[in-house]
């Protein structure tokens, strides 16, 4: 687990050895790779690549390209969102551009942007219509 945390105060945080926790107080820029699940309560700007799930605290605001397996928002999420799964729960807000397979939107959650469906299946190939000339 990583703890990373601007603040002098001891915080205890309640988690397991697969998150890395952002507490409300750190900022940081940059890019993530991550394999584990990753909670932010602070500020966070850059790209991020995760295998597992992103919470957003409610004091938690996330700016940047993340592509994840499931995106939980509970605080500010701007920027581009490639998932499989975005939930965008009561007072979370994410404003972008979103590709996933499943868009929850509760209600008081806030959605500015575009949706488009990721999906697994080929796009189906477009017959093109006969051409018709005017011959007599």
Same mark, same amino acid.
Do not use: W
């Given at each position: 687990?990583?703890? =990373?945390?601007? !603040? ?9 050895? /697969? /998150? /890395? ?5 750190? @900022? +940081?820029? #940059?890019?993530?790779? $991550? /394999? ?7 500020? =966070?700007? &850059? ?11 409610? !004091?938690?605001?996330?700016? &940047?390209? +993340?592509?994840?397996?499931? %995106?939980?928002?509970? &605080? =500010? ?14 007072? #979370?807000? %994410? %404003? &972008?551009?979103?590709? !996933?397979?499943? $868009? ?5 959650? @806030?959605?500015?942007?575009? !949706? ?9 190939? @477009? ?10």
């Amino acid at each position: 687990m990583a703890i =990373f945390n601007n !603040s002098t105060n001891d915080i205890a945080p309640v988690s397991n050895d /697969t /998150t /890395t926790i952002i507490t409300e107080g750190a @900022v +940081i820029k #940059g890019d993530m790779t $991550l /394999t584990c699940n990753l909670y932010v309560d602070g500020k =966070f700007e &850059g790209t991020i690549d995760s295998q597992k799930e992103i919470n957003v605290g409610k !004091s938690g605001h996330i700016k &940047g390209e +993340i592509k994840v397996d499931r %995106l939980i928002v509970k &605080g =500010f999420v701007e920027g581009n969102i490639e998932a499989d799964r975005v939930e965008i729960k009561a007072q #979370g807000h %994410l %404003l &972008g551009s979103v590709i !996933s397979s499943e $868009l929850v939107i509760e209600s008081k959650g @806030v959605f500015e942007g575009d !949706s488009k469906i990721k999906s697994n299946e080929l796009p189906k190939k @477009v017959q093109q219509a006969p051409i018709l000339t005017d011959k007599k």
